[in-house]
C-alpha cells in the first residue's frame, strides 16, 4: 500500500526528532501542522505537505511546533540539591580544572539556567564549570539565549533566587549575564552520532523527559550515547517516568531519594574498605539545601505539578524525623483537598490547628471544607473562628 502524505510527514519526524509519535499524540501533530498552514496562509494539507518535502526550514518549524518545551526553573528540586552535593564533593578532592555539565533538552533554558545558579550557590567559581544546553528547537534555543522569562517560569513557592538573579522589567525577569557566561546553547539532536559534542566527557548529565517521547530502539540509542558522555563517576538525572528506559544497561540507581539519579554499576561495586572518607565516590545521600530552598518547598512544588502522592509522601516522611509540625500538616490538607478527599483533608487541618490555635490559613480552609460539604453549623463556627483571629493579629500587629 503506498504511504499517504501524512504517513511519509510522521516518518520525516520519526527520523528527525526519534519520537513515538503515540506519546505526543496523532491530534497534537494534525494540531501542529494546522497551526503552521495558518501562519503561512496555506488552505489545503497537500500543498503544506509538499512544502515540507522540499523545505527543510519548514520541516525545522513543524519540529518546533511539535517539540514539548514545558519546563521552569529548579524543576522537582531534588536533583539540583544532589548536584550541589556532588559538586561540593567535586571541590573538595579537586577532580580537576572544569566541572562540565549537559543538560539535554535544555528546552527554553530555564534548567540549565537553574544548573549554574545552583553551583554558584554551592560556592563553585563560576570559572570552574562549563554547561552544555543542547535542544532540537530553533525556537526554545532563542528563548534560552535571550534570557527573559514569564511567571510560568517561576513556580516554586520561596523564589528566592528569582530577586538574586533576574532584573524585573517590563518585558519580563531578564538573568543575570554572569549565569549566562557558562552556559553554552547549541542546536543539535542527541541522536545524531557525528556530533562534535559528542566527543566531550561530563561529570554531570541531566535528560530529563526526552526518553518517555521516544520509540525503544532511540531509547537504547540515547542510552548508549549517555553512557559514553558520562565521565566513570559521574551522575546522569533523569524524569520521573524514566528510569525504566535504563533498566538493562550498565546504569543503576544512585542513593539519593526523588532525585532520579543514575550511575555506573561500577561506581558502586566498589567495597567500602577500597573508601576512604576523603576520595568517597558518592557524597551522603541527605544534601545541604540551598538558602531558598527548605524540605516544605520541594513538597509544594510536587504539590503545584500534580504529584499529590509524592507530596503526601515527603510530607510523612519530614513529620517523622523533625515531629509534628503546623505547615507540614496544613500542607497534607491543602494536597487532600486537590485530591477531592475533603473529610481527610479536614483531619489534617485539625491537627494543624490542634498545634497553632491560630493560624487562621488553616482555620479559613477548614471553614470553605465544610461549607463544601453542606456542613453549615461547622463552617458557621470556623468562620467566626477566622474572623476573630485575624481581628486579634490585627489589633497585634501580625499576621498568620
Known sequence: MTKSSHNILEDKL??????????????????????????????????YYELTDRSAAELNELIDEVAVNETWFFRDNTPFLVLQRYARNWLKRGRGSCLRILSVPCASGEEP??????????????????????????????????????RNSFRGRNNFFQRKYFQKTKAGYVIAKHIRHPVNFVRANILDTNLPILNNRYDIIFCRNLLIYLDKDNQKLVVSILDKLLV?????????AEPGAF???VFIPAPYPKAFALTRRSATDCKPDQLSCDRQVFPPPLPVQPLWFTELDAVRDLADTGQHEEAMECCEQYIRRHG???????????????????RL????LKKAVYLDPDLVKAIDMLALLY???????????????AQRVTARNQSAGKGK
Open 14 to 47: 520519526r527520523r528527525a526528532m526519534g519520537i513515538d509519535l503515540q506519546t505526543v499524540g496523532h491530534n497534537s501533530l494534525r494540531n501542529a501542522i494546522a497551526r503552521r498552514m495558518r501562519v503561512l496562509g496555506i488552505k489545503e494539507r497537500r500543498q
Open 113 to 150: 539556567y537553574s544548573i549554574a545558579i545552583a553551583l554558584l550557590e554551592a560556592g563553585v567559581n563560576g570559572l570552574l564549570f562549563k554547561i552544555d544546553a543542547i535542544d532540537i528547537s530553533y525556537r526554545a534555543l532563542r528563548l534560552a539565549r535571550r534570557g527573559i522569562y514569564g
Open 232 to 240: 566513570p563517576e559521574g551522575l546522569i538525572f533523569t524524569g520521573h
Open 247 to 249: 533498566a538493562d544497561s
Open 324 to 342: 509534628p509540625d503546623k505547615e507540614a500538616y496544613f500542607l497534607m490538607g491543602m494536597i487532600l483537598a486537590d485530591m477531592d478527599e475533603p
Open 345 to 348: 483533608a479536614i483531619r489534617m
Open 371 to 385: 461549607k463544601g460539604l453542606g456542613d453549615d453549623n461547622n463552617y458557621r463556627v470556623f468562620k467566626q473562628r
